[in-house]
């Protein structure tokens, strides 16, 4: 019989986890969401699905405060209560929300939600892993520092997602004839759009440097407009 490694265990409580929080946070999206009725939203999101030939993108409206976007594990795109106030209050455009639906829409098709299910499963096991070597030199603290570097390795992963969510939705937003505009614009003023809700912490690990994010869609702009106008 296989005797299962503390490392195996880690994967597998690492799969269970996963599994688990995706179940509760669908069962909480069913719960909390409603479809998107904006009219001028609905207009831009049927834009876009065009654009990729999908008949339309259903969006839903995730009945909560923070300002943030969801691609769900199934699939769904949802954007928050909070966002949609924003919008509604003036303080986004509905072009700079329609980047935030190509690029939770960007997750889904490149199948990030998938590859968060193994990366999940990689930082227990670097977890587990490390601690047991460490341990041997610094009994007690290992665990602090496998801790530290799975928590670093995590948000390195997620920022990579968040790129290539980034370069996806540039480039539809593009061909639906809407432009890369608003998403830089809506960087420029992400971080006072979030303000001082509770998970900007998480936020700021997870993802890219809001200047950073800006600077690869420029280098997408350029690197377009030297092929669309070959010498």
């Known amino acids: 019989m296989l005797k299962l490694t503390p490392i195996l265990l880690a994967v597998l409580y690492g799969l269970g986890m996963y599994v688990f929080s995706a179940w509760r946070l669908k069962s909480d999206l069913n719960q909390k969401s409603k479809p998107l009725q904006d009219p001028i939203l609905l207009t831009l999101t049927q834009r876009l699905a065009e654009s990729v030939d999908l008949p339309q993108i259903k969006v839903h409206v995730y009945d909560i405060e923070p300002v943030n976007g969801l691609a769900a594990p199934d699939g769904r795109i949802f954007i928050t209560r909070g966002f949609l106030q924003k919008y509604r209050q003036g303080q986004v455009s509905a072009d700079e929300l329609a980047g935030v639906i190509a690029h939770e829409l960007g997750h889904v098709a490149l199948g990030h939600a998938k590859r968060r299910l193994v ?113």
């Open 119 to 231: 990366h999940f499963s990689l930082q227990n096991a670097m977890r587990v892993g490390v601690a047991m070597i460490l341990n041997r030199f610094l009994p007690g603290i290992g665990i602090y520092v496998a801790n530290a570097l799975a928590s670093i390795f995590a948000a390195g992963l997620s920022r990579n997602d968040e790129y290539e969510a980034d370069a996806y939705a540039a480039a539809l937003m593009t061909k639906a004839g809407i432009g890369t505009n608003p998403q830089k614009s809506l960087f420029a003023k992400l971080d006072h759009v979030i303000g001082a809700q509770a998970p900007q912490v998480a936020w700021l690990m997870s993802h890219p440097k809001t200047e950073d994010r800006i600077k690869a869609i420029e280098v997408l702009e350029k690197k377009w407009g030297t092929l669309a106008h070959p010498k």
